[in-house]
């Protein structure tokens, strides 16, 4: 079952192309890291699939369903099951950790009870249970993109987008949550779109590599594949 596929999706702001005739398909439960150097065009493909921005031609459709075709926006963001990591965390610094992951959760109407009882779940799911008062300036790195994680999973998306998450955190930290990605991945089965810059950090999350130069992609393969052909250039 693909969960998002885009189709021959170009987008350009004003006359300079940034997405070239981009397909690109992600099965369910595939970890697709989007690699690629900075201004090739990858935070644009993840707003495209989000539903922040329409192509200017070409399709997106989230599992077989168009959701955005030629220029136009079919589903708007809140309606497409799709989650999102900021590189900045994008946390409510005035809403404790419990409200920034109830945040999502309300805006969707859902009933008190049923609202704390997954924040309560997602808190535990990401170590952060200690923490549910704490405000985002009162939290290391780490927790804070815990946190953000938190947040986008609370909603339960069909897909997570991930932009260059761990890319303000220290060597050390970067390294311990890409595991803790990896193994959170694996327990809850949701399909992970993560863009890097950073071909270690690919490697330790992939299952699949894809790479990305100038708004075409030039490489789709295994992990195996993509250090075999980078260690080539
Ligand atoms: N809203 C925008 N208006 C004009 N140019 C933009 C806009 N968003 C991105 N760009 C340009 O598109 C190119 C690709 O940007 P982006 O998708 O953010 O690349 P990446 O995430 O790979 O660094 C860059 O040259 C950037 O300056
Ligand atoms: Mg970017």
Request: aromatic fraction near 6%; include cysteine.
């Amino acid at each position: 079952m693909m969960i998002v596929t885009m189709d021959d999706v170009s987008k350009a702001y004003k006359t300079t192309t940034i997405l070239d005739k981009l397909s690109l398909g992600i099965k369910e439960g595939e970890r697709v890291v989007l690699l690629g150097p900075s201004g090739c065009g990858k935070t644009t493909t993840l707003r495209l699939i989000a539903g922040f921005v329409a192509p200017d031609s070409g399709t997106v459709s989230i599992a077989g369903e168009s959701v955005s075709r030629d220029g136009q926006i079919i589903k708007p963001p809140e309606e497409r099951k799709v989650g999102m990591v900021f590189q900045d965390f994008a946390l409510w610094p005035h809403l404790s950790v419990k409200e920034n992951i109830e945040f999502g959760l309300k805006a969707k109407g859902i009933a008190k009870a049923k609202r704390e009882e997954q924040v309560r779940k997602m808190l535990v799911v990401v170590d952060m249970d200690g923490y549910a008062d704490r405000k985002p300036a009162e939290l290391s790195g780490g927790q804070q993109q815990r946190t953000a994680l938190a947040r986008a999973l609370a909603l339960q998306p069909k897909l997570l987008l991930m932009d260059e998450p761990l890319f303000s955190l220290d060597q050390e930290l970067n390294s311990r949550l890409r595991r803790e990605i990896v193994l959170l991945q694996e327990k809850l089965g949701f399909t992970m779109l993560y863009v890097t810059h950073n071909r270690d950090e690919a490697f330790a999350i992939a299952t699949r590599i894809v790479m990305m130069q100038k708004g075409r992609l030039e490489f789709d393969g295994s992990v195996a594949e993509a250090e075999y052909r980078l260690r080539q250039v």
